[in-house]
């Protein structure tokens, strides 16, 4: 039997379709096994979001191919897409894929011959306007299943290179989306995470159905008891929207509302399509139909031309909406963007500076957000036995609990009342 490693670096949309693809290879008959296992084919599902992850696709692909020389490897996703030529110039390389056609992977490596060299399988993908379906039925060792519903991203902010690695926007066939609901659901998952590139996008291309559609849907399936976003924009949350969300039990009461500055100024350098004025009132919004929403975000520090002023704005107005987590970035320049090619590049001690001052707010707002969930009730997922006894999971607002009990738990979920934030929050539960 062959065997197969297929590796996704970055995202979760890359995590998923990597998942799929092994899938794929499996229904062959190869077995899967870990990227650092040796192998006949190894498939890279790359990440070029940074030159950092450039780097460590190219560093990956060196190392799988020093595990077994003989190996085929075939690299895909958004360095593929991007820069062909600096993928085929790696040694070791056999085929590029990009972000299309990846379904046809295993009939790829199959046709594949050493004596033809590298072979390139990259089209245009801004001329692409289907989804390409790659569907997951399994996803082992997971409580949490993660579905992708939509491919491709159509905002051009001026520091990202993703539209031109993933094309336009392109919805999931809804009937698909909820059949595959329904086999995750068959295979015990009772939480979906419904990711995409843009997923609060999902359905502007169609004209059969959309992001609250698509949720309704959703909630129907039977066994699936928790539904959550990978992340989503203020302008996407509307009175409709947050209304509807507070009517659906099934969906969390956790949202990853998309920041990057807090700054006008830098919003529209960054060519984000909304201000903080926008912002504030989506949180509000939130707040008002689900009091116990957990907000969280991404913030870019250091970005082309962020004075001091600027950045104490964007620390003042993440303090003031109150999160329950900030995933701090410092800007990096990516290759093709028109901010890396902007002159008023930061030095990196002023990233680092500011990044440790934002990451030292989040952890005070995270600590007041959890204390302000003690002596509450509520519903845990339980993933895993973290040590005898003691279980681990999250709620529907995604704090991290960890609590006691003297039967097996694991996949369920079960009613547990919060004590005290610490390394562990402890408590009891019961089974519901």
């Known amino acids: 039997m062959k065997k197969i490693a297929s590796y996704a670096l970055g995202c979760k949309v890359n995590q998923y379709e990597s998942e799929a693809i092994a899938e794929l290879f499996a229904e062959k008959g190869y077995e899967v096994v870990g990227i650092d296992e040796e192998a006949d084919v190894y498939v890279i599902n790359t990440c070029t979001v940074t030159n950092f992850g450039d780097k460590k696709s190219r560093q990956l692909i060196r190392r799988v191919k020093r595990q077994k020389e003989d190996a085929i490897v075939a690299v895909i996703g958004c360095y593929a897409q991007t820069a062909p030529d600096e993928i085929m110039a790696v040694e070791g390389v056999n085929l590029v894929i990009g972000t299309k056609e990846r379904a046809k992977v295993v009939e ?25 379906r790659l569907s997951v039925q399994k996803m082992a060792d997971r409580t949490r299943a993660y579905m992708k519903i939509q491919d491709g991203c159509s905002q051009y902010c001026s520091y990202c290179i993703i539209p031109y690695a993933r094309g336009p926007i392109r919805s999931r066939d809804p009937k ?40 309704k849907e959703v909630h129907q399936v039977e066994g699936i008891k928790r539904i959550r976003f990978s992340s989503i924009e203020p302008n996407v949350v509307t009175e409709e929207f947050a209304q509807t969300m507070a009517d659906l039990p099934k969906v969390c009461h956790h949202f990853h509302l ?5 700054c006008d100024k830098t919003l529209k350098e960054m060519n984000r399509k909304y201000d903080i004025a926008t912002y504030k009132k989506a949180t509000e919004t939130l707040r008002k139909y689900m009091p116990d929403v957990a907000l969280t975000t991404d913030i870019i520090v250091g970005f082309p031309g962020e004075l001091e002023e600027d950045f104490a704005t964007t620390f003042d107005f993440a303090k003031e909406i109150g999160f329950a987590k900030i995933h701090v970035f410092p800007y990096s320049p990516k290759k093709g963007t028109p901010a890396a090619e902007r002159k008023d590049q930061l030095p990196n001690a002023v ?7 934002l990451l030292a707010l989040s ?13 509450t009730e ?49 408590g009891g539960a019961r089974k519901l």
């Not at 595959?180 to 009772?190: C, K, M, P």
């Not at 999971?393 to 934030?421: A, P, R, W």
């Open 378 to 426: 509520t519903e845990v997922l339980v993933e895993k036995q973290v040590s005898e006894g003691v279980y681990e999971g999250h709620t529907s607002n995604y704090i991290k609990v960890h609590f006691t009990s003297d039967i097996s738990l694991e996949n369920q979920i079960v009613s547990v009342k919060l004590l005290e934030v610490s390394g562990e929050i402890v």
């Open 351 to 357: 990233k680092t500076e500011r990044s440790h001052k």
């Open 258 to 262: 998309s920041l990057q500055s807090g």
């Open 108 to 132: 790829m490596v199959e046709e594949y011959h050493a004596e033809n060299g590298v072979q390139s399988h990259v089209s245009d993908i801004m001329k692409e306007r289907v989804f390409e």
């Open 363 to 375: 952890e005070e707002m995270a600590v007041a957000f959890m204390e302000g969930q003690i002596g």
């Open 176 to 215: 698909d989306v909820i059949e595959e609901v329904h086999h995750l659901a068959d295979n015990g998952f009772q939480e979906v995470v419904l990711a995409g590139i843009h997923v609060a996008s999902y359905g502007k291309d169609r004209r059969d159905t959309s992001l609250l559609q698509i949720l």
